[in-house]
C-alpha cells in the first residue's frame, strides 16, 4: 500500500477516535464526576495517538514535514461531516 494512502488512512481514523473522545465526554457523560469523564476521553484519545503517530511519520518519508498536517486538518473534517 502507498505511504500517502496509509497517512491518509492512519489521520482519519486518529480524527475519528479524538471525535468521538470530544462527544463522549461532553453528550454522553453528562451525568458522570468529570474524573470519569476526563479518564474515558484520555483512554479513547491514546487509541487517536497510536494511529496519529505513525501516520505522520509514515507521511513523513513521502510528504514535506507540513504536508500531513493540512490532511488532518482539512480532509478529515469534510469526511465526517
Do not use: C
Not at 21 to 41: C, E, G, T, Y
Request: glycine letters at 4%.
Amino acid at each position: 500500500m502507498p505511504a500517502s494512502l496509509q497517512t491518509l488512512i492512519l489521520l482519519t481514523l486518529s480524527n475519528v477516535f479524538m471525535t468521538f473522545a470530544w462527544h463522549a465526554h461532553l453528550k454522553d457523560m453528562n451525568n458522570q464526576p468529570w474524573i470519569v469523564a476526563a479518564f474515558a476521553s484520555w483512554g479513547i484519545a491514546l487509541f487517536e495517538y497510536l494511529l496519529q503517530v505513525p501516520g505522520n511519520r509514515i507521511g513523513y518519508t513521502v510528504m514535506s514535514l507540513p504536508q500531513p498536517g493540512p490532511v488532518n486538518a482539512n480532509f478529515v473534517p469534510a469526511l465526517l461531516r
